[in-house]
């Protein structure tokens, strides 16, 4: 009878009161034993519209259909809970990393938004999904369910941000208050977000070969802002996704317009999320971003930083094959600050290799920083990977850089990153600069 008294009569799952008693006791072992545990908010999208249009049997029929989508992507260890009429919670024991409640977090949307038959016809079902880990966004049982909840609020009220792991940094509440976030929704609404371009410069020739395209946000007062503003909180609100397919959008369009303006040898570089590349939509979303812009695949560059790689290693370089196959190209981000691992320089489908700024910040008075880019500039060609260094200020950095065979380089010795429409411009300087250089 108590074991009754804790389950939901529809799907079988655990109610509020067995849900209660379940996490606590989940906490309880989390604590004991130092592990970490996870709790998944989830909200059913369109439920109230299919019971107002197919009545409370089909209603009925969703539901339980998704609680056994949702249990066929748990493990053993997980429980399940029906929380009211459109909302379940997974308790996830055990867990290594945010990136983990993440991935399992996904694979359940995925499940979740496969089509269902109700009344012979073809139903889309969507969902949000927030998550808190225990302890670190809640010690207690109404901070942890609060948190999740949250998190999944502001997953339903951001376009495609369907999974959002709660932040305390976003100071978020139920009802939008937060200014910030309620500017950077309305911005993502009204497409606020632009690129500006950072030349890439061929060391040997002096021509524009490429442009690394950098975020910025039109703030409609505040005026034009970088992305240490306001990139965090972003990724605090899930909204990243939504951005980077904008950005990708942009980035076409620029690819289409250099074409336009004889600059069709230009690639055009942006960087990429791990949320972006392991959504499974990504791939196909992608493919119909360039099918719809016309823009020529082989001349759009995908950055990765090792940090995002390590995450999912063989999951990445599924997608990154794939996208491979597409004729995109990937250079690898930042390469020497994070943890190096020679292995993705074999197994990736890498082209280029990004010498951090940090590494040219000093250049030629620094011996480390001599040593650390001779190597990665001496490996890269050995592996057959072009090399962009990143961050060149000075002409004795690029003189340097140079020397040591380095083939490109990006930096404000050349150029900030400009508005695409400066561009004509600046090729027409370095034209003349170069002139200069050949008579002098």
Not at 29 to 45: E, K, M, P, T, W
Request: hydrophobic share 40%.
């Amino acid at each position: 009878i108590l074991q009754l008294s804790n389950r939901d009569t529809l799907t079988g799952a655990l109610n509020r009161a067995g849900f209660r008693a379940h996490l606590e006791r989940a906490m309880d072992r989390s604590q004991r034993y130092g592990f970490n545990s996870a709790l998944l908010y989830i909200n059913v999208d369109q439920f109230a519209n299919v019971n107002d249009n197919y009545g409370e049997a089909d209603g009925d029929l969703m539901i339980k259909t998704i609680s056994r989508r949702l249990l066929n992507k748990m493990r053993s260890t997980d429980s399940i809970a029906r929380l009211g009429g459109d909302e379940f919670a997974v308790v996830l024991e055990d867990v290594n990393s945010a990136a983990d409640v993440e991935s399992i977090a996904e694979k359940m949307l995925t499940s979740i938004s496969a089509p269902m038959i109700l009344s012979e016809q073809q139903v889309a079902v969507e969902a949000s999904i927030g998550a808190a880990i225990y302890p670190a966004d809640g010690r207690e049982f109404s901070d942890l369910v609060d948190n999740a909840r949250s998190a999944m609020q502001q997953a339903k009220s951001v376009p495609g941000g369907k999974f959002i792991h709660y932040s305390e940094r976003l100071h978020f509440d139920l009802a939008g208050t937060n200014s910030l976030a309620a500017e950077l929704r309305n911005a993502v609404r009204r497409n606020q977000f632009e690129l500006h371009y950072q030349p890439r410069i061929d060391l040997h020739n002096g021509q524009l070969v490429g442009l690394e395209a950098l975020l910025r946000w039109n703030h409609p007062e505040r005026g034009l802002l970088g992305p240490g503003e306001f990139l965090s909180t972003c990724e605090d609100m899930g909204l990243m996704k939504t951005i980077g397919y904008q950005v990708i959008q942009h980035a076409c369009s620029a690819l289409v317009w250099l074409g336009e303006q004889g600059m069709r040898h230009v690639d055009v570089a942006v960087n990429i999320s791990f949320s972006q590349i392991q959504d499974n939509r990504f791939l196909e979303i992608v493919k119909d971003i360039v099918s719809r812009s016309g823009a020529d695949a082989s001349k759009l560059e995908f950055e990765l930083t090792e940090s995002t790689i390590l995450k999912s290693p063989g999951a990445i370089k599924a997608r990154m094959d794939e996208l491979r196959r597409l004729g995109i190209s990937f250079s690898l981000d930042d390469f020497g600050t994070g943890f190096s691992q020679l292995s993705h320089l074999t197994e990736l489908p890498i082209s280029a290799l990004k010498i951090d700024a940090c590494f040219v910040r000093d250049l030629p008075h620094n011996t480390h920083q001599e040593a650390v880019c001779t190597m990665i500039i001496e490996m890269a060609h050995r592996l057959g990977m072009l090399v962009v260094a990143e961050g060149a200020e000075t002409h004795e950095q690029i003189e340097f850089l140079r020397a040591s065979k380095c083939q490109q380089v990006q930096g404000f010795y050349y150029s900030p990153a400009i508005p695409l429409q400066q561009l004509p411009r600046f090729v027409k300087e370095q034209q003349f600069k170069r002139r200069e250089r050949l008579f002098s």
